[in-house]
C-alpha cells in the first residue's frame, strides 16, 4: 500500500484551510509541498512562510521538495518552518553531500529529487546517506502535466539499486500520477506517490485519496 502525498500546489489558494481540513480528514499520509524560485525552475510557487501556516493546521508529514538553487541557504528557515523532510535537486548541488549533511543536522529527513533526464547511477554513492530518493515524472515546474513513461524504467532500476544495497530508502515519485497509472507505479517499485491535479481537480478529493491508497 503506498503512502500518498497529495501536492497543495493543485489547491485552490483562496481555500487553503478548507484544502488542509479535507487532507487531514483523509487517509493522505504526508503533506507535499512545492517551493519553486523561478531560477532552478521556470515558475515561482510560495516559500516557508506558507510551510509555517501549513505546519500550523496538520500533525501530517510535512515533505517540502526544494526546487531551487543553493537550497543550503534556506535549510534552516525550512527547518524552522517545521518541515519533516527536505528534498533536494540533484541537479541543483554541486556539494550533495554537504547539504544532506546539514539537512539531517537540523533533524529532518534528507531526500534528492534527480530529473528525468538525470540518471538513477548517479545516486549510487550517496544512497546511504538518504531517506528519499524523489523521482521526478514530468518536468519540474508545473503541475498539471503528462506522466514521461520511461520513467517507469528508472523506478525499477532504481528499486533494484536499493534492494541490492540493503538499504531503507523510500522512492517517491511526483509528477502525472493518477488512477489509472498508479498501479504500474507502484508496481514499478515506488513507495511515495505525489499527486496535485488528479486529487485537487476532481470532485471527490478525499475518494481519489482513497482510491490511490488502495491501489
Ligand atoms: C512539479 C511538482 C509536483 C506537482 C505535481 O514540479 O514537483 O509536485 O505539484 O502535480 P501533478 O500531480 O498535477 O503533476
Ligand atoms: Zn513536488
Not at 541557504?73 to 553531500?97: I, M, N, Q, R
Request: overall charge negative; proline content about 5%; glycine content about 6%.
Amino acid at each position: 500500500m503506498p503512502l500518498i502525498a497529495p501536492s497543495l500546489l493543485a489547491a485552490d489558494f483562496l481555500q487553503l484551510q478548507a484544502a488542509c481540513d479535507m487532507l487531514n480528514k483523509s487517509e493522505a499520509d504526508w503533506f507535499h509541498l512545492d517551493i519553486m524560485d523561478g531560477r532552478f525552475v521556470p515558475n515561482i510557487s510560495y516559500g516557508p512562510m506558507l510551510v509555517e501556516f501549513f505546519r500550523k493546521t496538520t500533525t501530517k508529514l510535512c515533505d517540502v521538495h526544494l526546487m531551487i538553487e543553493e537550497p543550503g541557504k534556506y535549510t534552516k528557515a525550512f527547518k524552522d518552518a517545521g518541515a519533516d523532510s527536505l528534498t533536494v535537486h540533484y541537479e541543483a548541488c554541486p556539494h550533495l553531500h554537504s547539504n544532506i549533511q546539514q539537512i539531517k543536522s537540523l533533524g529532518m529527513k534528507a531526500g534528492v529529487a534527480l530529473n528525468p533526464h538525470t540518471p538513477i547511477e548517479l545516486l549510487k554513492d550517496i544512497l546511504q546517506d538518504i531517506d528519499l530518493v524523489l523521482i521526478m515524472s514530468v518536468n519540474p515546474g508545473f503541475g498539471g502535466q503528462s506522466f514521461i513513461p520511461h520513467t517507469i524504467n528508472k523506478i525499477k532500476r532504481m528499486r533494484e539499486m536499493i534492494d541490492e544495497q540493503l538499504l531503507n530508502v523510500k522512492i517517491e515519485v511526483d509528477g502525472g500520477v493518477t488512477l489509472d497509472n498508479a498501479k504500474m507505479i507502484v508496481d514499478a517499485g515506488a513507495d511515495v506517490l505525489v499527486a496535485g491535479s488528479s486529487i485537487f481537480k476532481t470532485i471527490n478529493p478525499t475518494q481519489t485519496i482513497t482510491q490511490l491508497k488502495a491501489i
